[in-house]
């Protein structure tokens, strides 16, 4: 298990679907960050290029913005691939999955860090159960919002190519989120982008919007553009409208939690999903 300095994720539980007002914070909510920066050195799973923890300024105002939210931001050396990996079983999903007390604690998910579709790669190795993981397959280690902790209700996906839309139905349409977020295509950000698309969402802009408009620019002069994309999931095609239409993050995203989901090694029951994205035809890689 992780190191005992880690603290609980605290996480609200909702009864019922209840309108909120403008500017009215919902009840306590949490987030669980895995970060990634030092790829350059090889620590055991190979090599790429470092990044920036574009993800600290998102942990710090979700922090201190008043409305109630509390949470963990785990950075390198502390982020662990098995925090991704379903907890319930060993076989299929990995041994030794942590989820049910880390990433699946939390009502938004974040991994950040290089990534391709349905691949998240972790910039150092953990070894749990007797398993050493550098990386996490989404649709085969991954059950985020059902099975063992069922509490994800947004996934966001802060890397390249992590949600082409090619790989949706293998990937992040096997976990039960209400909404992901994530790339087309190669991309690159500012540190405060992803901050930015959650502070925006405060009075009831939606995910939708937020995001694409938020995360669509790159830094500096003639760097292209990135291609983000919401996926939105229903039990039926209006649940999954609205959710599209109305879900925002810091306002109404609870408004819209998604049907109980399958139980350890269970299929998934019928669904609908939406994605609203802007193309810009980069390229994976």
Not at 3 to 32: C, E, M, Q, W
Not at 147 to 170: E, K, P, R, T
């Amino acid at each position: 298990m992780k190191r005992t300095h880690r603290i609980p994720i605290l996480v609200g539980v909702f009864a019922a679907l209840i309108a909120i007002p403008a500017g009215v914070a919902n009840a306590t909510y949490s987030y669980y960050i895995d970060g990634n920066t030092s790829y350059s050195t090889n620590h055991g799973c190979g090599t790429n290029n470092d990044l920036d923890d574009d993800t600290a300024s998102l942990a710090s105002y979700l922090w201190n913005n008043g409305n109630g939210w509390t949470g963990n931001h785990w950075l390198d050396t502390n982020a662990w691939p098995q925090d991704f990996v379903e907890a319930c079983a060993s076989t299929p999903f990995g041994a030794g999955g942590l989820d049910s007390s880390f990433a699946d604690s939390a009502f938004l998910s974040v991994f950040s860090g290089h990534m391709n579709s349905g691949q998240m790669f972790y910039a150092y190795p953990h070894t749990e159960s007797g398993v050493a993981m550098c990386s996490v397959t989404v649709g085969t280690n991954s059950r985020l919002g059902s099975m063992a902790g069922a509490q994800s209700n947004m996934m966001i996906y802060y890397g390249c190519c992590s949600l082409a839309i090619s790989g949706l139905v293998n990937n992040a349409n096997v976990q039960w989120n209400t909404q992901a977020a994530g790339f087309l295509d190669d991309e690159s950000d500012g540190v405060d982008d992803i901050k930015n698309f959650a502070a925006g969402t405060v009075y009831g802009s939606p995910n939708i919007t937020q995001w694409t408009e938020d995360l669509e620019d790159r830094p500096w002069w003639f760097t292209g553009d990135n291609s983000p994309i919401v996926v939105s999931y229903g039990a039926d095609q209006t649940t999954a409208q609205n959710v599209e239409t109305y879900a925002a993050l810091l306002h109404t995203q609870a408004l819209y939690p998604r049907a109980t989901g399958p139980s350890c090694q269970q299929g998934q029951p019928y669904f609908w999903y939406n994605y609203y994205y802007i193309d810009h035809h980069n390229v994976c890689g």
